[in-house]
Protein backbone atom coordinates (compact mmCIF):
# COMPACT_ATOMS: atom_id res chain seq x y z
CA UNK A 1 0.00 0.00 0.00
CA UNK A 2 1.66 3.48 -1.07
CA UNK A 3 2.19 5.63 2.18
CA UNK A 4 1.34 9.58 2.00
CA UNK A 5 4.76 9.60 1.73
CA UNK A 6 4.65 8.02 -1.70
CA UNK A 7 1.96 9.93 -3.11
CA UNK A 8 3.06 13.40 -2.03
CA UNK A 9 6.24 12.84 -4.26
CA UNK A 10 3.95 11.01 -7.23
CA UNK A 11 1.87 13.95 -7.53
CA UNK A 12 4.81 16.39 -7.09
CA UNK A 13 6.07 14.21 -10.01
CA UNK A 14 2.76 15.36 -12.44
CA UNK A 15 4.16 18.80 -12.10
CA UNK A 16 7.71 18.14 -12.74
CA UNK A 17 7.57 19.64 -16.25
CA UNK A 18 5.85 22.64 -15.21
CA UNK A 19 8.54 23.04 -11.99
CA UNK A 20 11.09 23.14 -15.06
CA UNK A 21 9.29 25.28 -16.96
CA UNK A 22 8.99 27.74 -13.97
CA UNK A 23 12.40 27.52 -12.79
CA UNK A 24 14.02 27.50 -16.58
CA UNK A 25 16.20 24.62 -15.62
CA UNK A 26 16.36 21.31 -17.54
CA UNK A 27 17.30 17.88 -16.61
CA UNK A 28 19.55 16.70 -19.67
CA UNK A 29 21.06 12.80 -19.93
CA UNK A 30 24.02 12.28 -21.45
CA UNK A 31 25.59 8.73 -22.63
CA UNK A 32 29.43 9.04 -22.60
CA UNK A 33 31.83 6.00 -22.85
CA UNK A 34 32.14 6.30 -19.03
CA UNK A 35 28.03 4.84 -18.75
CA UNK A 36 24.50 7.09 -19.03
CA UNK A 37 24.88 10.57 -16.74
CA UNK A 38 22.31 12.86 -15.40
CA UNK A 39 22.80 16.91 -15.00
CA UNK A 40 21.02 19.69 -14.92
CA UNK A 41 21.38 22.56 -17.51
CA UNK A 42 19.67 26.53 -18.26
CA UNK A 43 20.12 29.40 -20.33
CA UNK A 44 20.59 32.59 -19.04
CA UNK A 45 21.86 36.17 -20.44
CA UNK A 46 25.51 36.33 -19.89
CA UNK A 47 25.42 39.65 -18.01
CA UNK A 48 23.78 37.37 -15.48
CA UNK A 49 26.25 34.67 -14.84
CA UNK A 50 29.81 33.87 -13.14
CA UNK A 51 31.30 31.59 -15.47
CA UNK A 52 32.59 28.39 -13.81
CA UNK A 53 35.94 28.75 -11.87
CA UNK A 54 38.77 27.01 -13.01
CA UNK A 55 42.73 26.63 -12.88
CA UNK A 56 44.27 29.68 -14.64
CA UNK A 57 45.59 29.23 -18.26
CA UNK A 58 46.91 32.03 -20.26
CA UNK A 59 45.12 31.02 -22.97
CA UNK A 60 41.98 30.30 -21.45
CA UNK A 61 39.44 32.17 -24.20
CA UNK A 62 37.23 34.12 -21.21
CA UNK A 63 40.13 35.62 -19.43
CA UNK A 64 41.71 36.46 -23.04
CA UNK A 65 38.47 38.71 -24.17
CA UNK A 66 38.54 39.78 -20.47
CA UNK A 67 41.77 41.16 -21.19
CA UNK A 68 41.66 42.19 -24.56
CA UNK A 69 38.56 44.60 -23.44
CA UNK A 70 40.37 45.94 -20.47
CA UNK A 71 43.43 46.60 -22.53
CA UNK A 72 40.75 48.95 -25.01
CA UNK A 73 39.46 50.65 -22.79
CA UNK A 74 43.01 51.52 -20.74
CA UNK A 75 44.08 52.39 -24.52
CA UNK A 76 41.25 54.55 -25.11
CA UNK A 77 41.05 56.24 -22.15
CA UNK A 78 45.07 57.38 -22.47
CA UNK A 79 44.60 58.21 -26.37
CA UNK A 80 47.27 55.54 -26.81
CA UNK A 81 47.09 53.44 -30.87
CA UNK A 82 48.12 50.28 -30.60
CA UNK A 83 48.92 48.89 -33.77
CA UNK A 84 52.03 50.74 -35.24
CA UNK A 85 51.53 50.39 -39.08
CA UNK A 86 47.76 51.84 -38.57
CA UNK A 87 49.85 54.21 -36.35
CA UNK A 88 52.16 55.08 -39.38
CA UNK A 89 49.56 55.87 -41.54
CA UNK A 90 47.50 58.19 -39.85
CA UNK A 91 50.65 60.22 -38.82
CA UNK A 92 51.14 60.33 -43.41
CA UNK A 93 47.43 61.63 -43.61
CA UNK A 94 47.80 63.72 -40.77
CA UNK A 95 50.93 65.07 -42.24
CA UNK A 96 48.63 65.43 -46.09
CA UNK A 97 45.72 66.93 -43.96
CA UNK A 98 47.44 69.99 -42.44
CA UNK A 99 48.94 70.57 -46.16
CA UNK A 100 45.38 70.58 -47.36
CA UNK A 101 44.22 72.89 -44.19
CA UNK A 102 46.86 75.34 -45.39
CA UNK A 103 46.13 76.03 -48.58
CA UNK A 104 42.35 76.22 -47.41
CA UNK A 105 42.90 78.23 -44.56
CA UNK A 106 44.83 80.73 -46.95
CA UNK A 107 41.83 80.96 -49.19
CA UNK A 108 39.06 80.62 -46.58
CA UNK A 109 40.00 81.47 -43.25
CA UNK A 110 40.27 79.06 -40.41
CA UNK A 111 38.13 76.16 -40.17
CA UNK A 112 35.44 76.01 -37.16
CA UNK A 113 36.47 73.44 -34.82
CA UNK A 114 33.70 70.76 -34.22
CA UNK A 115 31.42 70.75 -31.12
CA UNK A 116 31.57 68.53 -28.49
CA UNK A 117 28.36 68.69 -27.47
CA UNK A 118 27.39 67.16 -31.29
CA UNK A 119 28.18 64.01 -30.56
CA UNK A 120 27.42 63.46 -26.63
CA UNK A 121 24.18 61.54 -28.12
CA UNK A 122 26.80 59.10 -30.34
CA UNK A 123 27.61 56.20 -27.26
CA UNK A 124 29.61 53.58 -28.04
CA UNK A 125 27.97 49.81 -29.28
CA UNK A 126 27.09 47.54 -26.73
CA UNK A 127 28.13 44.13 -26.99
CA UNK A 128 25.03 41.58 -27.73
CA UNK A 129 24.15 40.05 -24.62
CA UNK A 130 23.27 36.95 -25.36
CA UNK A 131 21.98 34.03 -23.73
CA UNK A 132 24.63 31.35 -22.77
CA UNK A 133 24.72 27.32 -21.06
CA UNK A 134 25.62 26.33 -17.72
CA UNK A 135 25.18 23.19 -16.12
CA UNK A 136 25.31 21.62 -12.55
CA UNK A 137 29.18 22.03 -12.67
CA UNK A 138 31.73 23.35 -10.04
CA UNK A 139 35.44 24.65 -10.81
CA UNK A 140 34.64 23.16 -14.73
CA UNK A 141 33.94 19.96 -14.07
CA UNK A 142 30.40 18.26 -14.95
CA UNK A 143 28.70 17.17 -11.81
CA UNK A 144 27.13 13.93 -13.23
CA UNK A 145 24.50 10.95 -11.11
CA UNK A 146 23.53 8.18 -12.22
CA UNK A 147 20.17 8.05 -11.22
CA UNK A 148 17.25 10.49 -10.26
CA UNK A 149 17.46 9.66 -6.34
CA UNK A 150 21.49 10.55 -6.53
CA UNK A 151 20.61 13.97 -8.39
CA UNK A 152 17.97 14.74 -5.87
CA UNK A 153 20.11 13.86 -3.07
CA UNK A 154 22.81 16.47 -4.24
CA UNK A 155 20.49 18.94 -5.25
CA UNK A 156 18.84 18.95 -1.87
CA UNK A 157 22.61 18.86 0.15
CA UNK A 158 23.63 22.29 -0.37
CA UNK A 159 26.99 21.52 -1.50
CA UNK A 160 28.36 24.36 -3.74
CA UNK A 161 28.07 24.52 -7.46
CA UNK A 162 27.16 26.68 -10.51
CA UNK A 163 23.45 26.69 -11.02
CA UNK A 164 23.24 27.91 -7.45
CA UNK A 165 23.68 31.50 -8.71
CA UNK A 166 20.73 31.31 -10.33
CA UNK A 167 17.61 33.52 -9.27
CA UNK A 168 15.14 30.69 -9.14
CA UNK A 169 17.45 27.86 -7.74
CA UNK A 170 16.14 27.84 -4.47
CA UNK A 171 12.76 26.70 -5.76
CA UNK A 172 14.37 23.79 -8.07
CA UNK A 173 15.85 22.90 -4.64
CA UNK A 174 12.68 23.05 -2.55
CA UNK A 175 10.60 21.40 -4.74
CA UNK A 176 12.01 18.74 -7.02
CA UNK A 177 11.71 14.94 -6.57
CA UNK A 178 13.34 12.14 -8.09
CA UNK A 179 9.95 11.47 -10.26
CA UNK A 180 10.82 15.07 -12.09
CA UNK A 181 13.96 14.18 -13.36
CA UNK A 182 12.86 12.50 -16.12
CA UNK A 183 14.80 14.48 -19.57
CA UNK A 184 12.91 14.75 -22.65
CA UNK A 185 13.71 13.52 -25.59
CA UNK A 186 15.61 16.38 -27.14
CA UNK A 187 17.45 16.85 -24.03
CA UNK A 188 18.89 12.76 -24.50
CA UNK A 189 22.25 12.84 -25.97
CA UNK A 190 24.25 9.60 -27.51
CA UNK A 191 27.86 10.98 -27.40
CA UNK A 192 29.10 7.29 -26.92
CA UNK A 193 27.81 6.77 -30.82
CA UNK A 194 29.18 9.26 -32.37
CA UNK A 195 32.56 8.56 -33.16
CA UNK A 196 31.28 4.78 -34.26
CA UNK A 197 28.37 6.27 -36.43
CA UNK A 198 30.96 8.39 -38.27
CA UNK A 199 33.47 5.96 -38.56
CA UNK A 200 30.70 3.82 -40.41
CA UNK A 201 30.82 6.12 -43.65
CA UNK A 202 28.56 8.92 -45.06
CA UNK A 203 25.72 6.18 -46.08
CA UNK A 204 25.39 5.25 -42.37
CA UNK A 205 25.77 8.29 -40.81
CA UNK A 206 22.83 9.13 -38.47
CA UNK A 207 22.00 13.20 -38.91
CA UNK A 208 19.73 13.55 -35.75
CA UNK A 209 21.93 11.77 -33.50
CA UNK A 210 25.40 13.80 -34.52
CA UNK A 211 23.29 17.32 -35.01
CA UNK A 212 22.25 17.13 -31.00
CA UNK A 213 25.65 15.89 -30.37
CA UNK A 214 27.31 19.22 -31.80
CA UNK A 215 24.86 21.07 -29.65
CA UNK A 216 25.80 19.42 -26.16
CA UNK A 217 29.46 19.59 -27.17
CA UNK A 218 28.91 22.73 -27.49
CA UNK A 219 27.40 24.05 -24.48
CA UNK A 220 29.61 22.36 -22.47
CA UNK A 221 32.55 23.45 -23.81
CA UNK A 222 31.54 26.88 -23.50
CA UNK A 223 30.21 26.27 -19.99
CA UNK A 224 33.23 24.25 -18.84
CA UNK A 225 35.66 26.37 -20.37
CA UNK A 226 37.02 23.80 -22.21
CA UNK A 227 39.37 25.37 -25.13
CA UNK A 228 39.70 22.26 -27.57
CA UNK A 229 36.52 21.61 -27.46
CA UNK A 230 35.34 25.09 -28.39
CA UNK A 231 38.02 25.54 -30.86
CA UNK A 232 37.34 22.67 -32.64
CA UNK A 233 33.58 23.17 -32.65
CA UNK A 234 34.63 27.24 -33.80
CA UNK A 235 32.89 29.41 -36.44
CA UNK A 236 34.92 27.69 -39.50
CA UNK A 237 36.27 24.56 -38.04
CA UNK A 238 35.98 21.26 -40.29
CA UNK A 239 33.79 19.82 -37.65
CA UNK A 240 31.55 23.25 -37.55
CA UNK A 241 31.39 22.53 -41.73
CA UNK A 242 30.38 19.15 -41.14
CA UNK A 243 27.33 20.39 -38.47
CA UNK A 244 26.35 22.82 -40.97
CA UNK A 245 26.15 20.50 -43.83
CA UNK A 246 24.58 17.63 -41.34
CA UNK A 247 21.36 20.75 -40.71
CA UNK A 248 21.70 21.44 -44.75
CA UNK A 249 21.25 17.59 -45.24
CA UNK A 250 18.50 17.07 -42.44
CA UNK A 251 16.23 19.53 -43.96
CA UNK A 252 15.40 18.23 -47.07
CA UNK A 253 14.79 20.17 -50.60
CA UNK A 254 17.16 21.41 -52.33
CA UNK A 255 19.10 22.85 -49.41
CA UNK A 256 19.12 18.89 -47.92
CA UNK A 257 20.25 17.88 -51.50
CA UNK A 258 23.46 20.50 -51.33
CA UNK A 259 24.03 19.39 -47.68
CA UNK A 260 24.26 15.88 -48.85
CA UNK A 261 26.49 16.63 -51.38
CA UNK A 262 28.60 18.28 -49.37
CA UNK A 263 28.96 15.57 -47.01
CA UNK A 264 30.37 12.92 -49.14
CA UNK A 265 33.63 15.34 -49.35
CA UNK A 266 33.83 15.43 -45.49
CA UNK A 267 36.60 12.43 -44.50
CA UNK A 268 34.60 10.26 -42.02
CA UNK A 269 37.99 8.65 -40.67
CA UNK A 270 39.23 12.99 -40.11
CA UNK A 271 35.61 13.68 -39.07
CA UNK A 272 35.54 10.36 -36.35
CA UNK A 273 39.14 11.34 -34.99
CA UNK A 274 38.23 15.09 -34.68
CA UNK A 275 35.11 13.81 -32.33
CA UNK A 276 36.76 11.21 -30.87
CA UNK A 277 39.20 14.01 -29.48
CA UNK A 278 36.44 15.93 -28.23
CA UNK A 279 34.51 13.20 -26.06
CA UNK A 280 37.69 12.79 -24.64
CA UNK A 281 38.44 16.21 -23.29
CA UNK A 282 34.45 15.92 -22.29
CA UNK A 283 34.65 12.91 -20.57
CA UNK A 284 38.08 14.07 -18.96
CA UNK A 285 36.13 16.76 -17.42
CA UNK A 286 33.12 14.62 -15.92
CA UNK A 287 32.62 14.53 -12.20
CA UNK A 288 30.45 10.98 -11.40
CA UNK A 289 28.93 11.21 -7.69
CA UNK A 290 27.76 7.97 -7.81
Request: charged fraction near 30%; avoid cysteine.
Amino acid sequence: MATQSDESEAASGLSGRELWDEVRVSPVEIAMPGGVGLTLRAYRKASELTPTEIEPDEDDPFDARERAAAAARADEDAGVIVDEEFAALLAEDDGTDRAKSGKTAAADGDAEEPDPADFEDEAPAEPEDEEVPIFLSHRGRLLTFKTPESLVSFIRSGAPHDLAQLDTWSTVAERVQSSDVDPLPEDRYELDLVVENLRGGHDTWDLPLLIAAGEVARDLGHALRIKPVILALAPGSPLDDLDESLRKAESGGMGGYFGRRRLKKIGAQQASLGWRSIIGKISAAVDWRD
